[in-house]
């Protein structure tokens, strides 16, 4: 089968030395494991695209330009392109460089390879018969990770990219700290303490840096639109479309709240919806599997318990906040817990919330492979005695049932950490935590 003509231009091109330039690097790291495909998944407008050339370029500094291919179907002139393109597609490149064929590993990046049907087919006769690296990344409505690790039998291994980290933020920015944060002059350490509470309210999404408060409003809500349009009413056939709306706009203007599907399933029907509770909690998984909201669960051994109580509910960008906040009131404390939770995401860590027998919660039961279990409380502001109070309070009682646990409450800044002295807490900069340094 001669190759189609569109992708044969997009194979001489993917071949190119690419040059990046004005890209900020990510943290995020394809795991040097072999023998598995890489898939890059992620929310829309995070960079997935710009992480793969990123990836890309790295290996064709380490390897050679041709040993090292990106191919995007992410084209419209390649509609209903059949699954034997792909094949031919590769026939072409050995023809290409007959040498490597056997005898040299070649990365292979398909950016929205999904579009194609029966693409996995493709990608697991590729690992078995050349040596091959592959790299798939896509729409998260098309490439969910479930998905993949099923039609690829155990072959797939998953690396989610989200928006900017504090410190990726700062990168962006060009002012990413060249040393600890503990020996930085207190002009430097002013000046990074003003990025956090930045960072709060513009959030990680490259393209809404630098935009002025009503553009980036604008841009973040167009995200979601997006998303609940492409990611969950195409992708599911979703009838219910304006209870969809409903439960994506509550759960947008109530960051890091307890949620439950009940009360949900139960507004919805006072508000007129005819909705069931399956449905209900059907449109908040598809909500979860599109990367928009993270539901964190009771911590306890119990699956009972932690079925029937409701679930914190947070956002994968601290931005979004601000841009669907309709109370005017300051939300400093939900965009610093939701950071928080975010930078445990990437750490990969076991998460829940603590609630104790005295009524007290805590913000994170944070469980980390290979590290102690940590009891984490965020607070943005604990001048207030009362408030301190509470929170050691509940720390105090959580760690009645999870005595080997670290105790660390999150503050905003310097200040606030010096005046905190509690024996057996250790009290951290949300900035220090943030980058890292007191993680």
């Not at 040059?19 to 795991?31: I, M």
């Not at 290996?59 to 995007?72: C, D, I, K, N």
């Not at 992708?235 to 949620?259: D, E, G, K």
Request: contains cysteine.
């Amino acid at each position: 089968m001669a190759l189609h003509p569109v992708l044969q231009e997009k194979l001489v091109a993917g071949l190119e030395p690419i040059r990046l330039e004005g890209l900020t690097p990510r943290d995020a790291q394809l795991p040097a494991i072999k023998n598995k495909v890489h898939t890059v998944l992620g929310m829309r407008r995070v960079g997935k695209t710009t992480f793969l050339r990123q990836v890309q370029q790295t290996q064709q500094q380490a390897l050679a330009p041709e040993r090292a291919v990106y191919v995007s179907f992410d084209d419209d002139r390649l509609a209903d392109l059949p699954l034997a393109q792909l094949d031919a597609l590769l026939e072409e490149y050995y023809r290409m460089f007959p040498r490597f064929r056997g005898r040299e590993p070649v990365w292979w990046f398909f950016d929205e390879i999904q579009v194609i049907s029966g693409w996995e087919r493709f990608v697991r006769r590729l690992m078995d018969t050349e040596k091959a690296t592959v790299v798939v990344s896509g729409s998260s409505a098309r490439l969910l990770s479930r998905e993949v690790h099923t039609s690829l039998r155990g072959r797939g291994f998953e690396t989610i990219l989200r928006p900017f980290s504090f410190r990726e933020f700062l990168r962006h920015r060009h002012e990413e700290p060249a040393k600890p944060v503990g020996r930085l002059s207190a002009a430097e350490r002013s000046l990074v303490e003003k990025r956090l509470r930045e960072y709060l309210e513009v959030g990680g999404f490259p393209e809404a840096q630098g935009l002025e408060a009503r553009l980036r409003i604008q841009l973040l809500q167009n995200y979601v639109d997006t998303l609940l349009l492409r990611d969950v009413v195409e992708r599911y056939q979703v009838s219910q479309v304006a209870a969809l709306r409903w439960i994506a706009r509550m759960c947008l203007r109530n960051p890091a709240a307890l949620l439950s599907a009940h009360a949900l399933y139960r507004d919805l029907k006072s508000q007129g919806f005819a909705v069931s509770k399956d449905t209900v909690h059907a449109l908040l998984g598809h909500l979860v599997d599109a990367f928009l909201l993270t539901l964190v669960p009771l911590a306890t051994d119990s699956e009972r318990r932690r079925n029937a109580n409701p679930r914190k509910v947070y956002l994968v960008d601290p931005g979004f906040i601000g841009a669907f906040d309709v109370s005017g009131r300051t939300n400093l404390g939900r965009a610093l817990e939701t950071a928080v939770l975010n930078a445990l995401a990437c750490q990969r860590a076991e998460v829940g919330y603590v609630k104790t027998d005295e009524g007290f919660e805590v913000d994170f039961l944070a469980r980390i492979p290979g590290e102690p279990e940590r009891l984490i409380q965020v607070c943005a502001d604990p001048t207030p005695p009362q408030v301190l109070a509470r929170e050691l309070r509940a720390l105090d009682s959580a760690a009645q049932v999870y005595p080997h646990a670290e105790r660390i409450l999150i503050v905003l800044t310097q200040d606030q950490a010096a005046q905190i002295d509690v024996r057996g807490v250790r009290v951290c900069t949300a900035h220090k935590w943030l980058l890292g340094e007191e993680a």
